[in-house]
């Protein structure tokens, strides 16, 4: 017996037209040197519309790359309405990628079109000359200087088109956007979502056990819309009516305080290090006030348990923590606390890496593959599957990252019979010392509470007795002058003693990676060239 149920095809047009019919009048911020543009969902489809146009004027047709090198804007929303929906496929480009490896990327989609806003144009500039494939750069905003050489007027283009695009019925397995991981080892490797992924992420995203977003909530997206598409947001608002804040490169934690003062956002996504510099600020800020935010949804890499506690003791904004990667579309684990959790203990679950979201599987397995409990003891390498986390990468083979029809996440820690996860490392991240695993990520988060760090970071450095022992690189507090003594006795108290590091090191700044991650390679590199003052404290 067959089902007799409708089946229309999941796709971004479908999520652009309710938006525009039921949310009509929500709007969409963005933060800008003068002060803030604002666009209603209805006006911002119609100019998707108008972008649509001028793009297939311009010779994109079904399938064709059109680049987006842009900011969190108003604009940057239109080309993720307009691109995937008439056919071709949306290729957001990260910003801080060293210029060999933006040129690599663009090359390796063979992206056609490229959009750039005008702020962005001497950072383009650099690899104008490297990217063949692309025939057309249309730049966003004033641009004097014409770095570029010819190109196109966004708002020119728009102008002489008009609304009304016919949105084509596609295939919801078509290829919608693509993105390329950060490239933290090797090649940055693409991956493209499909109409029907981001529709059902889209809907996992709305859920009340994943990040919740509804009507009642004004997001301040954070999380760059080059980085796993700012964690699905832009089509979760079209979908949930959300209105959101777009910061566009005011990024630190001064602007983002005025942001919750002013624009008076519900929630906020964000990496971890950008919370950190606002609770850095806030210190001293005269005019706080997050009243406003019912939480803030973390991810990217590990929030410390003092952050989390920060947040709620002195501002009363819940923390929720989110796992998930450029593979996974992004989201594929939340750290809600289960029901009846007393508050007191809810932050022992809020510190956890996330518990599996509906939709997806999650499992760990051992070295020889073999899968492993499910008690929250067992340490192994998460594998995932599901309806928005990718089977391949585009144009490259990488069997070694994919088993049984499950991606091999890299990540490594342990699951529980609930569903919470708790990372303890990256695959090429741990330490393994005497043949014990060592927590970098567990030391990075306790060295972090001590009131006079500001960030740490901990990478495995050679050791003559034990393979493997961990090096601790810390930026102090503006004014500290705490000491290696000082942090390891503190560490001494909890954690477990042959955990304690021997090697510490104060820097100015942790290297971060494209993305915001702590990037823990080149601290490496640093401490093999000796680039390091390292002390030893026994």
């Not at 959009?115 to 000359?129: G, H, Q, S």
């Not at 196109?152 to 919801?172: C, I, K, M, R």
């Not at 009340?208 to 997206?221: K, M, P, V, Y």
């Not at 699951?415 to 010392?433: H, N, P, Q, W, Y």
């Amino acid at each position: 017996m067959k089902s007799t149920m409708q089946e229309a095809p999941l796709l971004i047009s479908g999520i652009i037209r309710h938006g525009e019919y039921l949310y009509a009048d929500k709007k969409i911020l963005t933060v800008t040197p003068e002060g803030v543009d604002e666009g209603t969902f209805f006006e911002v489809s119609k100019r998707a519309e108008r972008l649509a146009a001028a793009l297939e004027r311009l010779g994109v047709g079904p399938g064709d790359r059109v680049g987006t090198f842009m900011w969190n804007n108003q604009a940057h929303v239109e080309a993720y309405l307009a691109v995937p929906s008439m056919g071709a496929v949306l290729h957001t480009l990260n910003i801080r990628l060293f210029p060999d490896q933006l040129a690599y990327v663009i090359n390796h989609a063979a992206d056609k079109v490229v959009i750039v806003d005008a702020t962005l144009a001497p950072l383009f500039a650099k690899i104008r000359d490297r990217i063949p494939t692309v025939e057309t750069i249309v730049v966003n905003g004033p641009e004097p200087t014409a770095v570029l050489g010819e190109t196109l007027d966004y708002e020119t283009l728009l102008a002489a088109e008009q609304p009304g695009f016919a949105w084509p019925e596609l295939d919801e397995r078509d290829a919608a956007i693509m993105c390329y991981t950060s490239g933290t080892t090797g090649n940055p490797k693409g991956v493209v979502y499909s109409h029907r992924s981001i529709w059902l992420h889209s809907l996992a995203s709305m859920t009340a056990n994943s990040i919740g977003l509804c009507e009642r909530d004004r997001c301040l997206t954070i999380v760059p819309m080059f980085h796993v598409n700012a964690w699905g947001s832009v089509y979760t608002a079209f979908f949930g009516g959300v209105e959101l804040i777009l910061p566009q490169m005011f990024l630190q934690g001064g602007p983002i305080i005025k942001m919750c003062r002013e624009l008076r956002p519900t929630i906020s996504l964000a990496v971890p290090s950008v919370w950190n510099d606002v609770l850095r600020v806030a210190e001293t800020e005269p005019d706080v006030d997050f009243s406003s935010l019912r939480g803030i949804l973390m991810g990217g890499s590990a929030v410390p348990r003092h952050m989390i506690e920060q947040f709620r003791d002195r501002y009363g904004i819940d923390v929720v923590q989110g796992w998930g990667m450029t593979e996974t579309s992004p989201l594929a684990a939340v750290a809600i606390p289960p029901s009846g959790t007393p508050r007191e203990q809810e932050i022992d679950y809020r510190v956890k890496s996330g518990r599996v979201v509906a939709g997806v599987e999650m499992r760990i397995t051992g070295d020889d593959g073999a899968v492993l409990a499910r008690d929250g003891k067992t340490v192994g390498e998460f594998e995932i599957r599901g309806p928005w986390i990718t089977g391949s990468y585009f144009g490259t083979d990488d069997p070694e990252k994919f088993h049984d029809g499950w991606l091999r996440t890299g990540d490594i820690g342990t699951l529980d019979a609930e569903g919470f996860m708790v990372v303890t490392d990256r695959t090429k991240d741990v330490i393994k010392s005497g043949g014990e695993w060592i927590s970098s990520v567990e030391l990075e988060s306790t060295v972090m509470a001590h009131p006079e760090v500001f960030e740490a970071v901990v990478v495995a450095v050679p050791d003559e007795r034990w393979q493997e022992r961990p090096l601790c690189c810390v930026v102090r507090q503006p004014g500290s002058t705490v000491t290696a003594a000082e942090l390891k006795a503190f560490l001494a108290e909890r954690v477990a003693k042959w955990w304690l590091p021997e090697r510490w090191a104060f820097v100015e700044s942790v290297p971060k990676t494209s993305v915001g991650k702590f990037d823990k390679k080149v601290l490496r590199a640093e401490f093999a060239e000796g680039d390091l003052d390292v002390e030893v404290v026994d």
